[in-house]
């Protein structure tokens, strides 16, 4: 008999593959195991079994596979279920899903590139000779790619050995991403190694008579150790012990102590199962758990809406503790990785070394690491802290998600494939595990609060902020009445202007928001009106003043502002509109004496990472933080009494449907952060559209009527929530070829589904890195089934490659297009 596997490929292809294995295998093999099969002509890629059996193809000869690679199912039944939910709600392949899913490091393939890693000790671990070369060449040859490495051995598959190397840490995959990305050092201390004994410690104590201080730093060092049950950091030593520096330094040179430091982004709790007890719940609070633990009953999601501040967090580590001691798994997702360095040290005074993080600027070792622990079921990986990826962790025994901040829209995934929504896909995986789900918002997603009213969700409410701490007072400046009389200075409202000078006399924070990034938007001649816009797509540069630069934020494309206007030569140039860089500099000039930081994507790219920013200002060593929306998500800072919001407008007037709901979910949490103390905090919002319902809405944090408004609007354009929506993107490089196929297209749907199908539209980006693209809308009739319509898109869509001048026309899917 004959035996074979079907396996799926981490590539964007639609179907299964089938390959030939031996008695041996088929018998070894299962479901959810990795294989290393070739494809195409040359390459080697990792696969992953779907199915054994009995069955030749029919339409090709099998071909036999390389090797296994497992020895157990890297992958459970319960992944492959959502995977395949995924593929088919998202309309993607299972290989994409595949290739999301699994870290980088357990997919090698032919083109993969490795290197050394730069913290193995060969020492400690027997190697085979093909594993030792293979460690040599790296270190002669510096990287190489899996392919020259099978050169190298004479043999045609090496995954397992560079599997087993990666898995030793070893070898690593190359990343550039990872490698730009530095996250905050901490400078710590402990006893050096040979005073870990006590007759060791007792000797050197009695030597050190004659230096009282320095045993006084010793002993205040263990006591920090016993009460912290972290590493100790060189700062607070210094504080608690009350000796000058250079007694520590002393110290340190002796080799009594030593120094060492550690990334703020990781769980760095010594103290094993001993962790403090939660907190008692106020009255408010109580109720609401009551109230999530009865939908909980009732076997639904649970959406808790509480205003920003009112005590949310201790309310999932109420749940979390009771699922922990059920021995279950809990997944608590995060919208954005800047906010794991807060969280982690929040929860690890709770939950100790059972936490562990994960997300995609984890290096692949990391990530590897905990993909085991996680189905291993270890105790250090009981609770995972992640953004969107970690969804896709092998749990077997989940038994709570908790969604925190599901209003973000940074939950989807928006590029590449499967462009899937972090939130949803999690109450799918928690369905199949019977797990509880708590979305929790300060502002929830219109989509959330509806399901709510639908009676498909439950809902509990907080809507005091902890310790009766009163929201924050929001006064709108209206900016139209202050340029008539003059009172702005640039962009600042001489009312923001006082209220800054008196925030920073009492030695408070101040926070200051503008959505857009760079100096100005535009540059505009003032005589012929030309602005310059990007080479490869069309849009306008944004002018970046710092390097004198205009950039595209498309492509990455920059170029030196030219001093005279290149299509007239006039030399007058004007920029219109602003940017935080521009705040960040009328801020330098209006408050001298203030330390000024600013936080977008411009300055968390490189070495300042988010989270350096962030400790630099929760220690105050920052003043005035300037920011985009980065600002808005859920960042928990003490001393900030004061929010700006340098300009309302161009949030609200943004061409989406979903604008206003955004603008105020936006605003409101920006404004969020401004007194979460004892002290009543203040947000001024500047508008030239004071009477703009949103505003008001959001000045009397009126979240209902938000909600009923926008509801109310929704339902009659048949948007989501009422009706859901899928977004096609039509991409080529030719401009005539992209319009006649977005055409053809969206007539052959048209056809069917008549007015429910908007476009083809340029979308206001036309080009992007030398392709065109047009967006057609689908909306999903309430009486048709969503997954009838998304089959029959994907048979018009096969006609459609049928006809030859289309065939490289690329059509992407965005279900539930945010
Ligand atoms: P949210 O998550 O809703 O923004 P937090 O959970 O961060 O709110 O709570 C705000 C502050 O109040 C935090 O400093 C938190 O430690 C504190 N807090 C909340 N509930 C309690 C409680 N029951 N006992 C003591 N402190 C609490
Ligand atoms: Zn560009």
New binding site residues.
């Given amino acids: 008999m004959s035996y074979y596997i079907d396996v799926v490929l981490p590539i964007p292809l639609e179907r299964l593959f089938t390959y030939t294995v031996t008695q041996a295998q088929a018998h070894r093999l299962r479901k959810g195991m990795r294989v290393a099969v070739s494809f195409g002509k040359t390459r080697i890629y990792t696969a992953l079994v779907m199915d054994i059996h009995s069955n030749p193809p029919q339409a090709y000869e099998a071909k036999p596979i390389h090797q296994l690679l497992d020895e157990v199912p890297s992958v459970n039944e319960i992944q492959l279920r959502h995977w395949e939910w995924i593929a088919s709600y998202y309309m993607c392949t299972l290989g994409e899903v595949f290739r999301t899913a699994v870290p980088g490091a357990l997919l090698l393939e032919s083109e993969t590139i490795v290197l050394l890693h730069a913290d193995f000790q060969k020492e400690s671990i027997q190697l085979e000779e093909e594993e030792e070369m293979v460690l040599l060449a790296l270190k002669n040859r510096g990287p190489l790619s899996v392919n020259d490495i099978s050169h190298l051995l004479e043999k045609k598959t090496v995954l397992p050995i560079l599997n087993k190397l990666v898995r030793l840490k070893a070898i690593m995959l190359k990343e550039t991403l990872v490698d730009q990305y530095k996250p905050k050092m901490l400078r710590y201390v402990r006893m050096a190694k040979s005073y870990n004994d006590e007759v060791a410690l007792e000797q050197l104590l009695d030597s050190m008579k004659r230096a009282p201080k320095q045993i006084q730093a010793i002993l205040a060092l263990f006591q920090l150790q016993s009460s912290e049950k972290k590493p100790v950091l060189i700062k607070s030593l210094q504080k608690e012990s009350r000796v000058s520096p250079g007694v520590i330094r002393a110290l340190l040179d002796k080799g009594i102590l030593e120094e060492f430091s550690l990334r703020t982004d990781r769980v760095s709790y010594s103290g094993g199962d001993d962790v403090k007890d939660s907190?008692?719940?106020?009255q408010g609070?109580n109720a609401a758990l009551q109230t999530m633990k009865e939908g909980h009953n009732d076997g639904k999601v649970v959406l808790l809406h509480?205003?920003?501040?009112?005590?949310?967090?201790?309310l999932y580590v109420k749940l979390i503790e009771e699922c922990l001691k059920n021995g279950q798994q809990v997944l608590y997702l995060l919208p954005e990785i800047a906010l794991t360095a807060q969280l982690i040290q929040r929860l690890e005074a709770y939950f100790g070394s059972r936490i562990s993080v994960y997300h995609s600027r984890y290096n692949q070792q990391e990530r590897v690491e905990v993909w085991y622990n996680v189905m291993g079921e270890k105790s250090k990986a009981q609770l995972i802290i992640g953004a969107r990826s970690s969804l896709f962790l092998p749990y077997s025994r989940l038994g709570l998600i908790i969604v925190d901040e599901e209003h973000e829209t940074s939950f989807k995934q928006y590029d590449p494939a499967p462009r899937y929504h972090a939130r949803d896909a999690a109450i799918v995986l928690a369905h199949m595990h019977d797990a509880r789900v708590v979305l929790?918002s300060?502002t929830p997603s219109i989509e959330s609060y509806y399901n709510v009213q639908a009676g498909k969700y439950a809902y509990a409410g907080?809507i005091r902020?902890?310790?009766n701490v009163l929201m924050p007072e929001i006064e709108l400046v209206d900016l139209k009445l202050l340029r008539r009389k003059k009172r702005l200075k640039g962009h600042f409202s001489d009312r923001l202007i006082e209220l800054i000078h008196e925030t920073l006399e009492v030695k408070e924070q101040v926070i200051l928001f503008q959505n857009r990034r760079g100096f100005a938007p535009i540059v505009e001649c003032t005589s012929c009106g030309h602005s310059p816009g990007c080479p490869n797509c069309d849009v306008s540069l944004t002018y970046h003043r710092h390097r004198n630069q205009l950039r595209c934020h498309y492509c990455g494309h920059h170029a030196e502002l030219q001093p005279a206007c290149l299509a007239c030569g006039n030399p007058s140039l004007d920029t219109k509109g602003f940017g935080t860089q521009q705040v960040e500099e009328e801020a330098l000039t209006l408050f001298p004496e203030a330390q000024i930081a600013r936080m977008d994507y411009d300055t968390t790219r490189g070495k300042h990472s988010h989270a350096r920013i962030i400790q630099d200002f929760e220690n105050q060593e920052i003043d005035i933080l300037i920011g985009t929306q980065m600002l808005t998500k859920?960042l928990?800072f003490r001393h900030v009494n004061l929010v700006g919001i340098m300009n309302a407008d161009t949030l609200l007037n943004f061409p989406d449907f979903r604008a206003h709901e955004k603008s105020f979910q936006m605003m409101t949490q920006v404004a969020g952060r401004a007194g979460?103390t004892e002290k009543r905090g203040m947000v001024i919002i500047q508008t030239y559209n004071p009477y703009h319902r949103i505003l008001q809405q959001v000045s009397n944090n009126d979240y209902d009527t938000m909600y009923s408004e926008q509801l109310y609007e929704r339902e009659q354009y048949h948007y989501p929530p009422h009706n859901r929506i899928i977004r096609l993107t039509f991409k080529h490089k030719e401009y005539n070829r992209l319009n006649e196929a977005a055409e053809w297209f969206t007539k052959a749907l048209r056809l069917k589904y008549r007015s429910w199908i908007l476009g083809p539209e340029y979308p206001p980006v036309p080009r992007i890195r030398n392709q065109y693209l047009k967006h057609v809308l689908v909306k999903i009739p309430k009486n048709v089934s969503p997954s009838k319509m998304k089959n029959s898109i994907k048979r018009t869509e096969q006609s459609f490659h049928a006809i030859s001048q289309y065939k490289g026309v690329r059509v992407i899917y965005d279900v539930d297009h945010l």
């Fill in positions: 907190v008692g719940l106020n609070q509480g205003v920003t501040s009112s005590g949310k967090t201790e929790g300060a907080l902020r902890y310790g859920g928990d979460r």
